[in-house]
């Protein structure tokens, strides 16, 4: 596994998921700044939580534009698993590699807490660690965490399997409850809870360790 984790200014979470992943695979990612033109050799690619740019404009908006996304979108195009966690998640919206738009939380409040996930797809390389109706807890800590779509999109969505995790108690007013989203190829997910939050007993949970496990053996 060669994982790499693209660097924003103002993102928080980057450090944060380099440390979970070399915890749990034993892989040190290349940590890959924004301004920066190509990738090096990888084969997983993370666009970290936090707040990029200071969420001016839109959530994501300004960090979708960086430089690096340019060689980050066609990578995916081309295959390379990518995830975007929570501020990722907005960024991968921003972009277009996924359909619809995060929005203010319903409750105008900034949401930060446990959430219970329950698997909705076990068939991608993000989810091969579950069973369908598998539950997962990961924190949130969002204000733009309410995830968007037209109808037409979400009845698409649902109708190919897209929703990999759904909230079992929604917390920000997602569109049916929908915290985890693959792109048609199912190499792309945006999740808004954060996996690597919870990667030992230490940190206040495990249920990480499964994930990003799940996604290391996906990749051999």
Known sequence: MKPAVIVFPASNCDRDVAVALEHVTGACPTMVWHQETSLPDTDFIVLPGGFSYGD????GAMAARSPIMTAVIEK???GTPVIGICNGFQILTETGLLPGALLRNAGLNFVCRSVTLRVENDQSLFTR???KGDYATFPVANHDGNYFADEETLNQIEGEGRVAFRYVDNP??????IAGLLNEAGNVLGLMPHPERVTSPLLGGSDGTVFFKGVAEALG
């Open 76 to 78: 995916a195009k081309a």
């Open 56 to 59: 001016y404009l839109r959530s």
């Open 172 to 177: 920000n007013g997602s569109a049916r409850d």
């Open 129 to 131: 660690a579950y069973k």
